[in-house]
């Protein structure tokens, strides 16, 4: 009996590529980089397919940063996170039969944009206060909507969790811990909605010693970037993101 794996070199051109991207954002440098993988790869694959892949290097990669950035954790805030997005990791399971996942990709993207171009063009003072808290209940709440869809859940929660202007290693930290409880909880519902085949998971353990290549990358340059260039690459991530989430949403 063939091993059931995916053997075109197309899909492990694109894959290998955003395997590491999604590692090195794990560790906090380059932080909004990683909502491009399942793009990158959903051009060789569907979009559920590409998130199902993923869920086991994201299993991974959630371990290694845990264990990297164990002492920064916000566990204050995280208490006000982890509920809000598992309320979107719920709504996510309950619409994934019914949404087009390109659309929620490009309206995503489109969320992203106006977020930076509301930064770059009204930039806030130094005094400035953060985001009420509703806000922040709705933008972690999509967080883990868009999470449960395409493991695209950085820049909601970016938009809401930059303004604080946390150290670096408190924002890779704390991030840490709510994508590692996000992702845990896709795993049944994953299962559920049929996704977890073993053809996509003999395909994620053949992209799976590309995880922490990536993941120890980052970690090294996490802990030596400094506040400024951090928040401006996780700019960069987002723009980057944003752009290509519109095209594969609206354009393509």
């Known amino acids: ?20 991207l999604l590692g090195i954002s794990k560790s906090g440098f380059g932080a909004g980089f990683g909502s491009l993988a399942v793009p990158i790869m959903a051009l060789a694959v569907t979009v559920p397919q590409a998130a199902a892949i993923l869920m086991p290097i994201l299993f991974v990669m959630d ?23 598992l309320v979107g990791i719920v709504i996510g399971t309950l619409s994934f039969s019914l949404l087009d996942a390109r659309l929620v990709a490009g309206i995503v993207g489109a969320f992203t944009l106006a977020f930076l171009a509301q930064r770059l063009l009204f930039p806030p003072r130094p005094d400035s206060k ?18 449960f869809v395409a493991h695209a859940g950085g820049p909601p929660i970016n938009a809401y969790l930059i303004p604080m ?17 996000l992702n845990m909880s896709k795993w049944a519902p994953y299962a559920w909605l049929g996704l977890l085949d073993m053809r996509n998971m003999a395909t994620s353990l053949a992209l799976m010693p590309f995880a922490p290549v990536g993941v120890l990358v980052g970690v090294r340059l996490a802990h030596r970037i400094k506040p400024q ?8 991530g987002m723009l980057l ?12």
């Open 1 to 20: 009996m063939d091993f059931p794996l995916i053997t075109d070199w197309q899909f492990y051109a694109v894959s290998i590529p955003a395997v590491l």
């Open 63 to 85: 371990i290694m940063g845990l264990t990297a950035f164990r002492k920064h954790f916000d566990w204050k805030l995280l208490r006000f996170l982890i509920p809000a997005g």
């Open 130 to 147: 953060p985001p009420a808290k509703w806000v922040g209940a709705a933008l972690t709440a999509t967080s883990g909507f868009t999470s």
């Open 165 to 181: 202007r946390l150290a670096p290693l408190t924002f890779t930290a704390t991030m840490a811990v709510f994508f590692f409880v």
């Open 229 to 236: 260039l951090f928040y401006r690459l996780i700019y960069l």
């Open 241 to 252: 993101t944003g752009l290509k989430l519109v095209w594969d949403g609206f354009l393509a």
